[in-house]
Structure formats: C-alpha cells, structure tokens
T-cell receptor, first 116, second 114 residues
Framework: AQKVTQAQTEISVVEKEDVTLDCVYE???????LFWYKQPPSGELVFLIR??????QNEISGRYSWNFQKSTSSFNFTITASQVVDSAVYFC?????????????FGDGTTLTVKP | DAGITQSPRHKVTETGTPVTLRCHQT?????MYWYRQDPGHGLRLIHY???????DKGEVSDGYSVSRSKTEDFLLTLESATSSQTSVYFC?????????????FGQGTRLTVV
C-alpha cells in the first residue's frame, strides 16, 4: 500500500526566508511518480512538479527547488526567498505505475503562511 | 487552464436526501477522479473512471456511487446524504494512467449536509 506523510502541518515564515516542505513516501512499486500540488486560499489545486522514480535529478525552477532522494524515500520542496503569494496549502502525492489508472495518494498537506 | 467544470459549486442539503455532483471536462481525457478534502485528511479518492462505463472504487467509496456515460461527464451521487459527507469535493482528470501524468483539478464543490 502506498502512503505519503507530510509531517509539517503548518509552517509560518517571514517574507524572504527560505522554507522547506518535507514529504516522505512509502511504496512497494519500483516505478512510481511523485507530485507537488499547491492550493492557494482561493481553493483550486495547481500542479507544480512531477518526478518519476528513475529520475533523481533535482530541479530548480525560479524560486522553487525539489530534492528527491530514493534512499530516504523523500521528495522535499524548497521555496527560496518566500513571498506572501506563496501562502497556500502544499500537497505531496504519490502514484504507482501498477495502479494503471493514475490514482494518487495525497499527504495531508502543509499549510504555509508567509508573513510580510 | 484545463477545461473542468464542477456543478454545483456550493450545495446545502438535508440528511437522507440524494445528491448528485457533476464534473464536466472538455479535454477528452480518459481518466477522471472524485476526491474529497477534509481538514487533517488531505485529499482522499472516492471513485475513479478509466473510460466510459468503466469505474472503480477508491479508498472512501462507502455511501457514494458514480456513473460515466460519456467521456466528458463523471457524476458522483450520494445516495442518502449524511453529515459525515459534508466536505469539499474535487473532480480531477488525467490524460493517461500508470504513466505519471499529472492530474488537473476542478474548482471544487462545497457540500454541507445538515
């Protein structure tokens, strides 16, 4: 069975601080996919990034970066120089290839508040 | 933006009444999903569809049924609404399953059962 744990329920930072959101996953599949989604106060869910289990190359996109480590089953997300607009709930999700239907298991989310 | 429309966006209903939520997509994606979002539980999969008339249960399917008679529409029915089904419901679509494509979500339906 697959499981996603986001141990940080809430994080509060001051603008311009760096912040890392943790995600730890469990799966028995050798092929799987990890995602981060953002849910701003308006409520919609927005896809941020996808990684497959064969690609441990970390990625930087502007102020966002992701650190995928299979050895520790972690897929952490860092925001550099945070801004008030980054305030949102962030979800980590896992999809196993063998589900053959793209179903995702979501973590419980981390609520990030960036104060001015 | 992916073309996903959920209706209604808000609904208040009484315990014991049937309720149907609709998800309509214009992307012609094969896979569609219904999730519910509750505080402290993230998103949990209710039912999903992998094609017209092909559906299956998710982790929290009790008390819910679905139907998909057309590629573009995926209906979620609460057969007899209970207060525990008060939640925000999200529909999602995905182009393909098992290949790691991301899901695109609708705007959500806030359902209150009184």
């Amino acid at each position: 069975a697959q499981k996603v744990t986001q141990a940080q329920t809430e994080i509060s930072v001051v603008e311009k601080e760096d912040v890392t959101l943790d995600c730890v996953y469990e799966t028995r599949d050798t092929t799987y996919y990890l995602f981060w989604y953002k849910q701003p106060p308006s409520g919609e869910l927005v896809f941020l990034i996808r990684r497959n289990s064969f690609d441990e190359q970390n990625e930087i996109s502007g102020r966002y970066s992701w650190n995928f480590q299979k050895s520790t089953s972690s897929f952490n997300f860092t925001i550099t120089a945070s801004q008030v607009v980054d305030s949102a709930v962030y979800f980590c999700a896992l999809s196993e290839k063998n589900t053959n239907a793209g179903k995702s298991t979501f973590g419980d989310g981390t609520t990030l508040t960036v104060k001015p | 933006d992916a073309g996903i429309t959920q209706s209604p966006r808000h609904k208040v209903t009484e315990t014991g009444t049937p309720v149907t939520l609709r998800c309509h997509q214009t992307e012609n994606h094969r896979y569609m999903y219904w999730y519910r979002q509750d505080p402290g539980h993230g998103l949990r999969l209710i039912h999903y569809s992998y094609g017209v008339k092909d559906t299956d249960k998710g982790e929290v399917s009790d008390g819910y049924s679905v139907s998909r008679s057309k590629t573009e529409d995926f209906l979620l029915t609460l057969e007899s609404a209970t207060s525990s089904q008060t939640s925000v419901y999200f529909c999602a679509i995905s182009e393909s399953g098992g290949t790691g494509t991301e899901a695109f979500f609708g705007q959500g339906t806030r359902l209150t059962v009184v």
